[in-house]
């Protein structure tokens, strides 16, 4: 049995991409996979999940050795189990910049493509046999593309992304618009998470010269129910990063709506930060970067020392 | 203008590929592009180029920072210049096992297949409009899977390769046993090459326990003619060794014909090793190894010290 995940802390793209390959490997490939998870599926994801009436795939943190694995949605070592090279990979299909680090025992399948989404690669790679899927999954695929391009907004999105996703909403009849509404607002439903959680939740590890830096980005239509905490996120961090091995965490709340990132600014490091990367003059705790939406596309780039 | 290039020492496929993916962009993308090499083709490439009436692409040794670049034929940087990673890499195309090791400041076009060629893969990347490319193009499509498969006798080759290879020949007109007969013998030719040139030339740095091994592998339908040097080639190893910065040099020279790879045993090291690797007894200064005939299927997987 293969199985198929993607990155730790699963948003959307990581939660739904191995359910739409695994139904693909099953029912038109006939080979026997199974999605799986590397941790709790962030509130998006999981009402995605209800929405289209998809099961939750179970939760696993190791991956035991020359297990056969397909990894979608990261090529990042850091972002999965540290086991993963002792593995057996027999794919990836990521859309992230490549990073290095993964190995594999002999040739492997590897698809990676500049588009905003994983789910949009697998749409091309699947081709006709979409044709075949149920609804869920074409439902799956459209909740991925929305959410990774936070419907269209983010400068990731490219023409190709928003054309399958037009296609697959005309086809299930459904409104983007309503569902990217209900999807933001599951995101932006943070009350229940602690704020090492939060800091957590969508959180990828970057160097940056001699820094491990975790750099968390929270998407929500409602950022001032973030920024309302942001004395106690920011009093978190330095507990998170010694937790985790980073040297700082970096917190840019997202404004899905306009179209702008708040960069908590806890120290007089994070402050230098935001004046090299982004030429940010920081007066204040917080700091706000208009356009700033991708952390790939905008945020990785940019940030210097 | 985009370079595109294969690995250092190139074969026919590393020197084919950046042709025909170079037409296809030029072409087809209307996106400037330049097939380059790392270094003179040997005798086969050399042999395919003129066969097909191609010019022989420029060869240069670095890459300027951020040039941007489409790797073909290897994903591995001890394969490539030490400035790849300082220069934009927009696409890699491959076939052999994931090294880990290059990185992208953006995310790029990966397509890594299981198959026995890159331009195998090309010729599904492009699709219908292959239709729309010269003889030449198709030619060396066609020698690039020939030099790969070995005639189909490699087993790496795959029913794909095959079926692309067959198909091209039938529209091409090609006798593909009388096409690799002539390409097998330009590359047994090796009367022209120095000891350490023939230990260089199809040649792979590999990581073995604490070894770092240069693996060099010579397809010949005519084994005797380098074996005949044997004693001259053992005596070159600990130069090129030392040169490369390698500890040792594995010699495996591939009789194309009886499926077989004879390797040369200099010391006590690569008689343990052939040993451990292969279950071979050594009591000479070679070992004949049979059906060993693929360095990526059958020899860096099965390397132990």
């Given at each position: 049995?293969?199985?198929?995940?993607?990155?730790?802390?699963?948003?959307?793209?990581?939660?739904?991409?191995?359910?739409?390959?695994?139904?693909?490997l099953n029912e038109i490939k006939k080979t026997p996979a199974q999605a799986i998870l590397l941790g709790s599926p962030n509130m998006e994801a999981d009402f995605v999940l209800r929405h289209w009436g998809l099961e939750k795939p179970a939760i696993i943190q190791e991956i035991s050795p020359n297990e056969p694995i397909i990894i979608v949605d990261t090529n990042n070592p850091a972002e999965l189990p540290t086991s993963v090279n002792d593995?057996?990979?027999?794919?990836?299909?990521?859309?992230?910049?490549?990073?290095?680090?993964?190995?594999?025992?002999?040739?492997?399948?590897?698809?990676?493509?500049?588009?905003?989404?994983?789910?949009?690669?697998m749409h091309d790679l699947i081709g006709v046999d979409l044709a075949l899927a149920p609804p869920a999954i074409k439902g799956m695929m459209l909740s991925c593309i929305l959410s990774d391009t936070l419907l269209f907004r983010s400068p990731t999105t490219t023409n190709h992304d928003r054309a399958v996703a037009e296609a697959l909403a005309a086809e299930l009849g459904v409104n983007m618009t309503d569902l990217a509404d209900k999807m933001f607002a599951a995101k932006s439903d943070i009350s229940a998470f602690s704020d090492a959680a939060l800091l957590r939740m969508d959180s990828k590890e970057y160097q940056v010269a001699d820094k491990k830096l975790r750099i968390s980005v929270l998407e929500t239509t409602s950022p001032n129910i973030v920024l309302e905490r942001k004395l106690s996120l920011?009093?978190?961090?330095?507990?998170?990063?010694?937790?985790?091995?980073?040297?700082?965490?970096?917190?840019?709340?997202?404004?899905?709506?306009?179209?702008?990132?708040?960069?908590?600014?806890?120290?007089?490091?994070?402050?230098?930060?935001?004046?090299?990367?982004?030429?940010?003059?920081?007066?204040?705790?917080?700091?706000?970067?208009?356009?700033?939406?991708?952390?790939?596309?905008?945020?990785?780039?940019?940030?210097?020392?």
């Open positions: 049995m293969i199985k198929i995940f993607g990155h730790k802390a699963p948003d959307t793209d990581s939660t739904g991409s191995p359910i739409i390959w695994a139904w693909y593995a057996t990979i027999l794919a990836i299909i990521d859309h992230h910049l490549l990073v290095g680090g993964l190995k594999s025992k002999n040739p492997i399948e590897v698809t990676m493509r500049p588009l905003a989404c994983t789910a949009t690669i920011m009093q978190a961090m330095p507990l998170v990063a010694a937790e985790d091995g980073a040297d700082q965490v970096l917190l840019f709340v997202v404004d899905i709506l306009r179209e702008e990132a708040t960069l908590l600014v806890p120290n007089a490091l994070v402050a230098e930060m935001a004046r090299a990367s982004f030429g940010a003059l920081v007066t204040g705790d917080t700091v706000t970067l208009p356009g700033i939406m991708s952390r790939k596309k905008q945020i990785i780039p940019a940030l210097k020392l």
